[in-house]
């Protein structure tokens, strides 16, 4: 057994170095075409794993509440407010809501450091794990302590462990907990900045005045955003309706809302795997069908020189099954090898420029044994024909004298 | 296995077998009715008139085709009626061919040209290339071994192909016009192998337009309307 696959091996080394330019054409071709695949297949990984990201990141059933800044609505009686949460949360039952205002304040080393006054809820809602300590409590509102919830960066920044006292504009706030946040996977799909509390975030409670703010006044009692988690038995479109209808009653004089759910932060994204189904698929398809053309009229062309050759074969005792494997075998191993090295190549390039990549990528088995897999399919599809052409050459024929 | 007797016998035996090849118009009868037994040890060379169907004759002793019609009998066994895939093994088993094209692959070394001959057989590689390098010696290219073929002369490829056919020692040797191509010098040194082949007891049929051959022959049969007929030599 060995000893024949050897032979063959050395069968099919021979014709491929007889003939280079027509099998290297074909090579070429399913390369390319591999290559395509390979792309094709982890660049729409990469956008599946980053939607399923997006979704866990925001939370199940979760969505915000955002206003446009007051510039664009100088009507200051219709901003969101605080009151809207207890609004909220007095009408959804079984839901959760919290309401979020942001600063952006300069920290020690004068980097920017996100402020984020809200309350415990929050956590209810956005699936960000405490890695220690706790976050925001009841207590700690209604005291209005200054108690602070850092980011893990801001901590490794700063080395402000639960317990350590931070220093923001002179006042100082005892560190309760670390929170770890998400992987970027929103943030890199939303330009909504009350969606993401950038790595370098500090929860303060809501009822604390901005002791950050160089005026100290007390806050102007806006929102900047709401966050709601619908009820897990109420679809989400039928939640997002309900507030909507909810805020915009004549006696609560909110305008200018926009929703964001999961649905409006994956449309970008789902569009993008359109088009990219589309243009690398039309690429991978082109490529794989001109590929396989090429090795079929390759393998015709071989058949068609090779007959003295499969007449000497079939006078050594070659049967029927054994000239057609000839074929089949070269086929699948031209596609095979054309797999290996495109969407071996592929891969080994977008692995090392990943960071560069302005899609997410997905590497792994599945994306590069997928190639390999279509490659032995195309290759014993294609040869198919030819292959049995051959073997129904009869050997009688085959070595008459021209 | 039939009991073997002194009285061998013979080693090909054709029982009214009759070709026919469909045209469009009409079928051509080509062997018409043959009838003919090969002794084994024997040289025999068949002549005739192109197109008088020696080939075709040749194609069904090699059993590379199957009669119309009729028995054949190839090493004491009725072949005519065994199927594709059984005619191969006792093709790659029991035969011997050589072609008026040699029929080499031009890539490859003598050695590697008659190792060829155990291409679909389970010979180990070992035994494969002791019994190729002995049948180059025997057609006198044993130090050429080593030589792609490409590079070798007409009578000396024809050579190597004799030797293919014979590393593993058939029943019978089957050659059609195996010294067409070549010069007369050539084809002298090709005779001369298979004169050598017939003293080691390898029986031989052998298709020539050449009547000078005819010297080498222990029978010659020539080829008219479809059958084979002796002539004293
Ligand atoms: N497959 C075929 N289909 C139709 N006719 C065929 C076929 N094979 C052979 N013939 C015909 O059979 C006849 C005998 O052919 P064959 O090749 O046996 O002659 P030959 O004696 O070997 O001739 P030559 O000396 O030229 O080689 C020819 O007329 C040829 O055209
Ligand atoms: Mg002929």
Redesign the pocket.
Known sequence: MNRRLRAALRDIFDDVRARPGRAGLSFLALGVGMTALTVLLAVLGGLQERSRQILEELGAQVFAVTQAPPEDSPRDASRLRPHHVDYLRANLAGGAVSGIRMYDVAGPDERTIRVMATDGSLLDIRPWRLLEGRFLDAQDLAQRDRVAVATQRLSDDYGWRVGATAILRDTPFRIVGILALGSGALESETTESALLPSERTFFVPATLPPYWRPSRTMPEATLDALYVRAPAALPLETAVEQVRSLLTQPDQFVGDLSFITPEVLLQRLRKLQDTIRFTAGSIALLCLVLGGTTLMSLLVANVRERVTEIGLRRALGATQADIAGLFVLEAVLLTGIAAIVGAGGTGLVLALARDQFPVPLRLDVVVLVTPLFVATLLGAAFSFWPARAAARISPAEAL??E | MNAPSIEQEPVLAMRGVWKSFPTPRGPVHVLRGMDLEIEPGSFVVITGP?GSG???F?NLASLLDAPTQGVIHFAGRVVSTLTEDELCVVRKERLGMVF?KFCLLTHRSAIENVMFRFRYLDTPEDEARARSQEALDLVGLGRQADQPVRLMSGGEMQRVAIARAVARRPDLLVA??PTGNLDRKSAEAVMQTFERLHREGISILF?THNDELLRYATRHLICREGRLEDRAS
């Open positions: 008459r004298n | 192109s020696k080939s075709t040749l008026q059609d016009e298709v």
